[in-house]
């Protein structure tokens, strides 16, 4: 059973920060790319940014020179950096990995974290 746990979010004014966590845990072979999607009342979820094994990423429009992923492959960890918070940005925030179990490799979701930005 793999699970993943995410850590981090909360309430924050305009313009602060706040740093998400995702630690990947169960037996498994390896974890390939990671990435944090998010999901605002009323929207579709969408991808936020994503980050390969390898350490390459891709960021959402929106985010972009805001939000900063990274990852420690020895943990099996993924953080999201969120700087320059804007309305616009509060959401449910979910932790997303393709793990590798055997030889096959499969999808995971966190259990979300709120995120609240008020003005």
């Known amino acids: 059973q793999v699970q993943l746990v995410e850590s981090g979010g909360g309430l924050v004014q305009t313009g602060g920060s706040l740093r998400l966590s995702c630690a990947a845990s169960?037996?498994?072979?390896?974890?390939?790319?990671m990435a944090w999607y998010r999901q605002a009342p009323g929207k579709q979820r969408e991808l936020v940014a994503g980050?390969?094994?390898?350490?390459?990423?891709n960021y959402a429009d929106a985010v972009k020179g805001r939000f900063t992923i990274s990852r420690d492959n020895a943990k099996n960890t993924v953080y999201l950096q969120m700087n320059s918070l804007e309305l616009e940005d509060t959401a449910v925030y979910y932790c997303?990995?393709?793990?590798?179990?055997?030889?096959?490799?499969?999808?995971?979701w966190g259990q979300g974290t709120q995120v609240t930005v008020s003005s």
């Open positions: 169960g037996s498994f072979v390896t974890v390939n790319t």
């Open positions: 997303n990995a393709n793990v590798v179990i055997g030889v096959a490799s499969y999808k995971y």
């Open positions: 980050i390969t094994r390898g350490g390459s990423t």
